[in-house]
């Protein structure tokens, strides 16, 4: 929508709009969300003029509107077609103007410029954020399948002749270009045994740039035969999976950039990290870990992934094999919404372990006496999985991935099924539906604006 409305007037003249966003402090910058275009009315800017002129009428009604939310606010506007976005002296002067004119209404709020151009295919911006009486460049732009260059339209090439012969299949089956976009991207990966590693292993070999792997736990015997990062010096040594992955990766790959954070959503230092990437990979089983990346989905605008494998047995056969994709894309149905997940479980996943001991014992209490003891404690049997099963599910969300950096191909619902059982093999596509009474709709871009739309915050004991 916001590309539709600044290059409306494309080649020769520009456009622009005021926009609304969601912002986070993080320990490394400041992350702003698009979350509402302020699209200019009739006679809200001069048609007569080439450049972008905003009328009285149209600042005023930003103004009056600004106690009535709780958002940045931001000017932003195009360049001819062609052009670089270099700020112009006009630009400077109206980034200025806009700046401390907004002072007084958003004291505490940051104010961006942005500037946007396009030539053929290639897009390129720029940006400055006034924040705290200071001003600060915009460092990247994050846009679902649209790379954006600073400045202008040159990009240095990211892949030497050497790496680009190591991913020569692919950029012959996608293009170089979709081998440069995957070494100038970040993925985030949340879980790294079953389902995370092969993942992991998939993108580090596909040229994927800069890694960010998360894990709460250390590496167990039990993992080895799912581990792809695993080797028999592993056995017994109790270290972080995290570090086991970081160590794998920069073996395939000495350039591959990797954070690595033995850790688990929705902890601050995981959150900030995260919303680096282009896109987060859910490989953890747990619930509470479902809910918040469906929150990073919504609040942040951040593309998720979610993947889950199951086998089901009776009679001492295998009589089911499931994997389960679900596409958690901003705008898609939430984890609620898809009855993905139990808030009751979740809730459980976040106890202390002197909560969970407790109701636990009280749970068998109740059941000794006759009383119900799902009231205090539900269990939740481990999920047995084998590793050519959840190598099989890790594959295919790598290949999503792929496509999706790439903007090559896409998943085609946003919910896949592919069951392998004793009567044969089943497969189910189809788009999940919202809720009406969920809300997950109405916050999308709001980052940590809006209270009322976090989903889980870490407990205290974390």
Same mark, same amino acid.
């Given at each position: 929508?916001?590309?539709?409305?600044?290059?409306?007037?494309?080649?020769?003249?520009?456009?622009?709009?005021?926009?609304?966003?969601?912002?986070?402090?993080?320990?490394?910058?400041?992350?702003?969300?698009?979350?509402?275009?302020?699209?200019?009315?009739?006679?809200?800017?001069?048609?007569?003029?080439?450049?972008?002129?905003?009328?009285?009428?149209?600042?005023?009604?930003?103004?009056?509107?600004?106690?009535?939310?709780?958002?940045?606010?931001?000017?932003?506007?195009?360049?001819?077609?062609?052009?670089?976005?270099?700020?112009?002296?006009?630009?400077?002067?109206?980034?200025?103007?806009?700046?401390?004119?907004?002072?007084?209404?958003?004291?505490?709020?940051?104010?961006?410029?942005?500037?946007?151009?396009?030539?053929?295919?290639?897009?390129?911006?720029?940006?400055?954020?006034?924040?705290?009486?200071?001003?600060?460049?915009?460092?990247?732009?994050?846009?679902?399948?649209?790379?954006?260059?600073?400045?202008?339209?040159?990009?240095?090439?990211?892949?030497?002749?050497?790496?680009?012969?190591?991913?020569?299949? =692919?950029?012959?089956?996608?293009?170089?270009?979709?081998?440069?976009?995957?070494?100038?991207?970040?993925?985030?990966?949340?879980?790294?045994?079953?389902?995370?590693?092969?993942?992991?292993? =998939?993108?580090?070999?596909?040229?994927?740039?800069?890694?960010?792997?998360?894990?709460?736990?250390?590496?167990?015997?039990?993992?080895?035969?799912?581990?792809?990062?695993?080797?028999?010096?592993?056995?017994?040594?109790?270290?972080?999976?995290?570090?086991?992955?970081?160590?794998?990766?920069?073996?395939?790959?000495?350039?591959?950039?990797?954070?690595?954070?033995?850790?688990?959503?929705?902890?601050?230092?995981? =959150?900030?990290?995260?919303?680096?990437?282009?896109?987060?990979?859910?490989?953890?089983?747990?619930?509470?870990?479902?809910?918040?990346?469906?929150?990073?989905?919504?609040?942040?605008?951040?593309?998720?992934?979610?993947?889950?494998?199951?086998?089901?047995?009776?009679?001492?056969?295998?009589?089911?094999?499931?994997?389960?994709?679900?596409?958690?894309?901003?705008?898609?149905?939430?984890?609620?919404?898809?009855?993905?997940?139990?808030?009751?479980?979740?809730?459980?996943? =976040?106890?202390?372990?002197?909560?969970?001991?407790?109701?636990?014992?009280?749970?068998?209490?109740?059941?000794?006496?006759?009383?119900?003891?799902?009231?205090?404690?539900?269990?939740?049997?481990?999920?047995?999985?084998?590793?050519?099963?959840?190598?099989?599910?890790?594959?295919?969300?790598?290949?999503?991935?792929?496509?999706?950096?790439?903007?090559?191909?896409?998943?085609?619902?946003?919910?896949?099924?592919?069951?392998?059982?004793?009567?044969?093999?089943?497969?189910?596509?189809?788009?999940?539906?919202?809720?009406?009474?969920?809300?997950?709709?109405?916050?999308?871009?709001?980052?940590?604006?809006?209270?009322?739309?976090?989903?889980?915050?870490?407990?205290?004991?974390?």
């Amino acid at each position: 929508k916001l590309w539709e409305l600044l290059f409306s007037r494309y080649p020769e003249n520009e456009w622009g709009s005021f926009i609304r966003f969601g912002w986070r402090e993080s320990h490394y910058g400041l992350i702003l969300t698009v979350n509402f275009i302020d699209a200019p009315l009739a006679g809200d800017i001069d048609t007569q003029s080439e450049v972008t002129e905003f009328k009285g009428q149209y600042t005023r009604r930003i103004i009056r509107g600004i106690d009535k939310h709780l958002f940045g606010v931001g000017v932003v506007h195009s360049h001819p077609e062609g052009y670089s976005t270099f700020p112009s002296l006009s630009d400077d002067n109206m980034e200025a103007y806009f700046a401390n004119l907004f002072a007084g209404y958003i004291a505490n709020r940051p104010f961006a410029s942005l500037i946007f151009s396009k030539s053929g295919d290639i897009f390129s911006g720029s940006g400055r954020v006034w924040w705290k009486d200071n001003w600060y460049e915009v460092d990247r732009f994050i846009i679902e399948n649209c790379p954006v260059r600073l400045n202008d339209f040159t990009r240095e090439r990211r892949l030497s002749p050497e790496a680009l012969k190591r991913t020569a299949r =692919l950029a012959s089956q996608f293009s170089i270009e979709s081998a440069e976009a995957l070494a100038d991207s970040t993925v985030a990966v949340m879980g790294l045994s079953g389902t995370g590693s092969p993942i992991v292993e =998939l993108l580090v070999r596909a040229g994927v740039g800069k890694f960010i792997v998360v894990d709460p736990k250390v590496f167990d015997d039990s993992n080895f035969e799912r581990n792809h990062f695993s080797t028999k010096n592993d056995i017994g040594k109790g270290e972080p999976k995290s570090l086991i992955a970081k160590r794998f990766i920069k073996s395939l790959n000495p350039d591959c950039e990797v954070i690595a954070i033995q850790g688990s959503l929705p902890q601050e230092k995981v =959150l900030d990290q995260i919303l680096e990437a282009n896109i987060v990979l859910g490989c953890t089983d747990l619930y509470s870990a479902r809910v918040a990346l469906t929150d990073i989905s919504t609040r942040y605008l951040m593309p998720v992934i979610d993947v889950g494998v199951a086998m089901e047995g009776a009679d001492g056969s295998i009589t089911g094999q499931i994997v389960q994709v679900n596409n958690l894309f901003p705008g898609e149905p939430c984890v609620y919404c898809r009855r993905m997940i139990s808030a009751r479980l979740a809730s459980q996943e =976040l106890m202390t372990d002197d909560e969970k001991l407790q109701r636990q014992t009280q749970a068998s209490e109740a059941k000794k006496n006759g009383g119900n003891p799902d009231a205090y404690w539900i269990d939740t049997p481990q999920l047995n999985t084998v590793g050519y099963l959840t190598t099989i599910a890790g594959g295919l969300v790598a290949g999503f991935c792929i496509g999706f950096l790439t903007g090559r191909f896409s998943m085609p619902k946003n919910f896949l099924e592919i069951n392998l059982s004793s009567k044969g093999t089943s497969i189910v596509e189809k788009n999940k539906i919202a809720d009406s009474s969920c809300t997950c709709q109405k916050h999308l871009g709001c980052a940590d604006q809006e209270p009322s739309a976090v989903l889980i915050s870490a407990p205290k004991h974390w």
